[in-house]
């Protein structure tokens, strides 16, 4: 008997450490982003910690299964001994892991809006220097010391909890049955959550309309690990809505129904150059006629002036990845997942490139970083892109960030290849300045004292790169037959820094066409449709009359009759914007975590919210296909 309960109090202290750690990791999330928290109400506190036991102790019971394993086969084999060396070294092993996921996971959320995911981490394999530069622009200094003492505190609290006792090792069958039964049952239970038809994941932790209590709630370690132990999402749809296909059409008709006819033509040249120029991370918060704060980009505010500009265009989601395949391909970001890292898939869809190779364009791509990051290179020569210029066809010598080499070199790179180019071309650049850790080797306009300051500056200085870059532009003869093309390839929660990742402000982004191959009549034109970052593609293509049938997504914004609506996501949440109501859902938890007019008529929000079900469950349907 004295050994049924030795061995189940050991069992308890070490199921009891891990559930502590849980309790721990969450304690410093939340006390990391204290002001997210109202404090003033203590309840809301403990429901966060009350509905995220359920995870908490499947995580445990999970991390407690492998040794209880051990034990049980040391018990019915005597002469295989349970070694204590071995527990430690596999506890400390998983205190190390922890430890890492709990501090890393706040720079990630403070920068991504999500925890950390599978994504984040294969983001960081990929290219490790890049991930290192994001993290550059949060303090570094305490998240280590953080790691260090948790590691230290966590491997003293376990020694302290589990000290070493005389193990009984001779047992009878029975003992070792009741052991077997008794807390593999316990552990069975708590891994599955219980006994209902649904399995444990990470919605039952949600509860409230306040997204970052639902991701406070939520087991940082346990719904990493389920990302990497569930199958494979290439060919699982996280959006399963309508049963019938037709039905999810028939729901996103008005989003798409327009006049073909009742298009605005503001070209007055029928085959112009085009100059895309993707600009890294600027929100609309950045353009004061957007609504941002003025000052800070003062002459792409001139080329507004002079061209027309798109005011209300949503970023398809929050990374550069899935910006980039809306930009060029029209197709919608995917939550937790990003067509473009699938090369077999990424070569089946239709980009721009390739409607400008077919009509007898010379194309190139310039970026300043590794075009090898999220499989650009592939991408651009997969879809019509003959010329890719990036960090390595620059000398050492020029001058760089953590990304890779300043936007004024490679716009200066572009010009002179430009100069040499065969009309007409299609040539397009990704800035990379305006990116985390937003370094920069001059002075910085507003200071740097701040990450909002730095981030200012360094988009202070890609506005002032893109207005030297036109200027230089301006001598060479092809620029009067040239039409310029300035988007975001997403937004950023700066410089604002209030607005979580489900707000829309967070995707609003500037899209502006402009030069001289636009009809004097429509120069100073504001379109203030609603629309999407995948409308690119359709509206482009349309006004230099070549083919968009391939791409079903995109809609023509110089289309009067056009629905003003738009969509946007991030990993876990989706979201609809319309004139009269915004509202984002969380697929996790199945709840709505923002809406803008809360008193707006229940039928039609009930039904923006049906269009943006189908219209999530229908991209992800056509990514499964490709």
Request: proline share 5%; with cysteine; aromatic share 16%.
């Amino acid at each position: 008997m004295r050994a049924h309960f030795s061995d189940l109090k050991t069992f308890l202290r070490y199921f009891g450490f891990w559930l502590l750690m849980s309790f721990v990791d969450r304690f410093i999330f939340i006390l990391s982003f204290y002001d997210k928290i109202n404090w003033s109400t203590p309840t809301d506190l403990l429901r966060i910690y009350f509905h995220g036991l359920s995870l908490d102790l499947s995580l445990a019971a999970y991390i407690c299964a492998l040794p209880f394993l051990g034990y049980c086969i040391a018990a019915v084999f005597p002469k295989i001994k349970f070694m204590r060396k071995a527990l430690d070294i596999y506890t400390l092993l998983l205190i190390v892991i922890f430890s890492l996921t709990t501090f890393v996971n706040i720079n990630i959320y403070r920068e991504w809006g999500d925890k950390i995911s599978k994504r984040a981490i294969d983001a960081v394999f990929e290219d490790a220097g890049g991930a290192v530069a994001s993290a550059e622009s949060t303090p570094v200094l305490i998240p280590i010391l953080g790691i260090v003492c948790l590691i230290i505190g966590g491997y003293w609290l376990y020694r302290k909890l589990m000290p070493i006792e005389k193990y009984y090792p001779k047992k009878s069958a029975w003992t070792i049955a009741i052991q077997f039964c008794l807390i593999g049952l316990l552990i069975f239970t708590f891994i599955r959550g219980g006994y209902g038809k649904a399995p444990l994941n990470p919605s039952r932790s949600y509860f409230s309309s306040t997204a970052f209590y639902n991701h406070a709630a939520v087991n940082t370690q346990y719904a990493l690990m389920r990302e990497y132990f569930t199958r494979n999402q290439r060919q699982r749809s996280p959006y399963k809505y309508w049963n019938d296909a037709a039905k999810a059409n028939e729901l996103l008709k008005p989003a798409f129904a327009v006049n073909p006819d009742s298009s605005r033509h503001i070209l007055k040249v029928a085959k112009p150059n085009v100059v895309l120029v993707l600009l890294e991370s600027f929100v609309a918060d950045l353009v004061e006629s957007l609504g941002g704060e003025p000052g800070i980009t003062p002459h792409l505010e001139e080329i507004i002036k002079g061209g027309v500009s798109f005011n209300q265009i949503y970023a398809a989601s929050d990374r550069s990845d899935k910006g980039l395949v809306a930009v060029f391909g029209g197709f919608p970001a995917q939550g937790p997942e990003s067509i473009i890292k699938y090369i077999d898939k990424h070569e089946n869809m239709p980009a721009i490139g390739q409607e400008f190779q077919a009509a007898g364009y010379k194309t190139s791509f310039f970026h300043g970083g590794q075009s090898e990051f999220y499989n650009m290179k592939s991408y651009m020569l997969s879809h019509g892109i003959e010329q890719i210029v990036d960090n390595i066809n620059f000398s050492p010598l020029d001058p760089r960030t953590s990304w890779g080499v300043y936007d004024h070199v490679v716009f200066q790179k572009m010009l002179e290849t430009l100069n040499e180019e065969q009309e007409p071309f299609f040539s397009s650049i990704f800035t990379l300045v305006n990116h985390e850790p937003f370094t920069l080797n001059a002075a910085y306009k507003f200071g740097n004292n701040s990450n909002v300051n730095k981030f200012k500056s360094t988009a202070y200085y890609t506005d002032e790169s893109i207005f030297n870059f036109l200027e230089e532009a301006k001598k060479e003869p092809w620029y009067k037959n040239t039409l310029f093309v300035f988007i975001a390839d997403h937004g950023h929660r700066l410089p604002a820094e209030k607005y979580d990742i489900n707000h829309p402000k967070r995707f609003h982004i500037p899209m502006v066409f402009y030069g001289d191959v636009i009809k004097e009549e429509y120069r100073g034109l504001k379109v203030n449709v609603i629309g999407n970052q995948t409308d690119l593609p359709n509206t482009l293509l349309t006004q230099l009359n070549l083919p968009t049938n391939r791409y079903t997504w995109s809609r023509d914004l110089l289309n009067t009759t056009l629905p003003s609506i738009a969509f946007y996501n991030s990993k876990d949440a989706f979201a609809v914007v319309h004139p009269d109501q915004v509202l984002s859902y969380d697929r996790v938890g199945n709840v709505i975590n923002y809406i803008s007019n809360p008193k707006n008529p229940k039928n039609q929000t009930d039904s923006l919210l049906n269009m943006a079900k189908a219209y999530y469950e229908q991209v992800y349907e056509d990514f499964m296909k490709f």
